[in-house]
C-alpha cells in the first residue's frame, strides 16, 4: 500500500485525475518542471492505460488531416518526434513503417489532391503516387491514387505509459489505483477528491478522465456546453498467414464531415495486422460489446438536445456504420475496397476500443482540443486522436496552461513545494 506524503494538510499540491498515457504524460512533466511539488496521480481502473489509450490502434500519426494552425495539427507533429525520440531514449517499441492514403474511385482522388495540400500545409513531406507507382510499393492493395507519408508509424502505448509513469515515479510522483472518483468539492484554498478507495485533499487538480471528462466537469462547476458521446471502434485481427501484406499502414480517403478515418490495414508492433474500426454509436461510455449497456449513460445523452441535434446531422453515416458492425460482409466490403483479396475467414475477433468524442449543444463534434479550467482545476475536456501520439506536447500544454491559470511559480531555483506556492501566492 502506498503511503500518501502530506503537505501542510494536503495529501499533495497537485491531483491529477486520470492513468491514461495524457494524464500520465502530464505528471511526468510536472514534476519534472516543478520538483518541489507533490504529485499525486489518481487512476480508477487496476491498471494504466486501461482505456482509450490500451485500446487503439497504436498507429503514430504523422498529422495529414488536421486543420492548418490547430492545437491538433501542431500537437501531432511535434508529437510523433517526440514519440520516436522518448521510444529511442527509453527503449519503448516502435517502428516508423509510414503510411498509404489510398483512393479508390475519382470523388476520393479529388478529396486525396486536398489532403496532399494539407500535408505540405501541415509541413509534412507527402508523395503522390499514381495507380502504378502504388501497385509496385504495396502490391496486394488497390487503387486509383495514393499519398505516401514516410513519418506515420506504430508505437506500444501502453509500454509508453507506463514507463512514463515509471519516470514520474522515479522523481517523486505517487499514482494510487483502483481510485474511482465520485465527487470533487473545490473551495477559495483548495480540490478535495472522493473517491471508491479514500478522500484526498489538494491545493489543485488537472483532470485528464477521457470518458468520463464532462461529469468531472460538471462536479467542478465547469459550463457544460457539452457532453461525451462514446462511439466504439471495433476491429478484426488478420490471421498470421497474412503476417506480410502491407508494408505500409493502408488507410483509405476519410468523409472530410466526420472526425473518424475509416477502416485501415494496421501493422501492429506484435508483428501482426489488424482491420478497423469503424465507428459505432457506443450503448455505454465503456461499451466495448453490443451487449454492454448503461441506463446512466444512456439517459444522459438522451437529455442532452446536442446529441438529437448530432444523430439529425450524421444519422445516415450512424446507421451504415451500425449495420456493417452487426453484418459483417459490409464491414469486409469496406476493407476488400482497397485490398481485394480479404475474406470473411480473415477477420478474426480482436478487442473494441470506444472513443470520448465531445459534442457541443449546437449537435456539433468537437474536432479539436477543448480545455477548461474552475476555480482550483483544469479540465481535458476532449483530447481527440492523435491524442496518444501526441501526449507528449499535451502534456507540456497542460503544465504551461496550468503554471498560467494559477500563478504558479516557475521550477527556476525551486526547492520545496511551500516555496513554490509561498512564491506564486496559491
Known amino acids: 500500500m502506498t503511503t500518501i506524503q502530506h503537505h501542510r494538510g494536503y495529501d499533495a499540491d497537485v491531483l491529477v485525475v486520470g492513468g491514461g498515457i495524457v494524464g500520465v504524460s502530464t505528471a511526468m512533466q510536472l514534476i519534472?518542471?516543478?520538483p518541489g511539488l507533490s504529485v499525486l496521480l489518481l487512476e480508477k481502473e487496476a491498471s494504466l492505460a486501461a482505456h482509450q489509450s490500451g485500446h487503439n490502434s497504436g498507429v503514430i500519426h504523422a498529422g495529414v488531416y488536421y486543420t492548418p494552425g490547430s492545437l491538433k495539427a501542431e500537437f501531432c507533429r511535434r508529437g510523433a518526434d517526440a514519440t520516436y525520440e522518448?521510444?529511442?531514449?527509453?527503449?519503448?517499441?516502435?517502428?516508423?513503417?509510414?503510411?498509404?492514403?489510398?483512393?479508390?474511385?475519382?470523388?476520393?482522388v479529388e478529396r486525396l489532391n486536398a489532403l496532399y495540400a494539407r500535408c505540405q500545409q501541415n509541413r509534412l513531406d507527402p508523395q503522390m503516387l499514381g495507380e502504378s507507382a502504388l501497385r509496385e510499393l504495396e502490391p496486394r492493395i488497390a487503387g486509383r491514387a495514393a499519398i505516401r507519408v514516410a513519418t506515420s508509424g506504430i508505437a506500444d502505448y501502453p509500454a509508453m505509459t507506463a514507463t512514463m509513469a515509471r519516470l514520474a515515479q522515479e522523481r517523486g510522483a505517487q499514482i494510487l489505483l483502483n481510485q474511482r472518483v465520485?465527487?470533487?468539492?473545490?473551495?477559495e484554498n483548495g480540490i478535495t477528491a472522493e473517491t471508491s478507495g479514500g478522500r484526498f485533499r489538494a491545493r489543485h487538480a488537472i483532470i485528464c478522465a477521457g470518458l468520463m471528462a464532462d461529469r468531472l466537469a460538471n462536479m467542478c462547476k465547469v459550463d457544460l456546453d457539452f457532453r461525451i458521446v462514446p462511439f466504439r471502434g471495433e476491429y478484426y485481427r488478420l490471421p498470421a498467414t497474412k503476417n506480410d501484406i502491407v508494408k505500409h499502414l493502408?488507410?483509405?480517403?476519410?468523409?472530410p464531415a466526420l472526425p473518424f478515418l475509416g477502416v485501415h490495414l494496421t501493422r501492429m508492433i506484435g508483428g501482426y495486422v489488424t482491420v478497423g474500426p469503424n465507428a459505432v454509436l457506443a450503448l455505454a461510455r465503456e461499451g466495448y460489446r453490443w451487449r454492454d449497456a448503461n441506463l446512466k449513460d444512456l439517459a444522459g445523452m438522451a437529455a442532452f438536445p446536442g446529441f438529437w441535434k448530432m444523430l439529425g446531422k450524421h444519422g445516415a453515416s450512424g446507421l451504415s456504420e451500425m449495420?456493417?458492425?452487426?453484418?459483417?460482409?459490409?464491414?469486409?466490403?469496406l476493407c476488400r475496397r482497397y485490398c481485394p483479396e480479404l475474406t470473411l475467414a480473415d477477420l478474426d475477433p480482436y478487442p473494441s476500443g470506444v472513443r470520448a468524442q465531445a459534442v457541443m449543444a449546437d449537435g456539433s463534434m468537437v474536432?479539436?482540443?477543448?480545455?477548461?479550467?474552475?476555480?482550483?482545476?483544469?479540465?481535458v475536456c476532449n483530447a481527440p486522436s492523435p491524442a496518444a501520439t501526441s501526449a507528449l506536447p499535451i502534456g507540456a500544454y497542460l503544465v504551461e496552461a496550468f503554471d498560467k491559470r494559477f500563478n504558479i511559480a516557475p521550477a527556476t531555483q525551486v526547492r520545496s513545494a511551500a516555496h513554490v506556492y509561498d512564491l506564486a501566492a496559491g
Open 32 to 34: 519534472e518542471r516543478h
Open 367 to 379: 474536432h479539436d482540443f477543448l480545455i477548461r479550467s474552475s476555480q482550483r482545476s483544469l479540465h
Open 323 to 333: 449495420r456493417n458492425s452487426l453484418w459483417k460482409r459490409g464491414y469486409l466490403e
Open 250 to 255: 493502408v488507410y483509405p480517403v476519410p468523409d
Open 86 to 108: 522518448f521510444a529511442r531514449r527509453h527503449g519503448v517499441p516502435v517502428e516508423r513503417c509510414g503510411k498509404l492514403i489510398v483512393a479508390t474511385e475519382e470523388v476520393e
Open 182 to 187: 465520485d465527487a470533487l468539492h473545490e473551495d
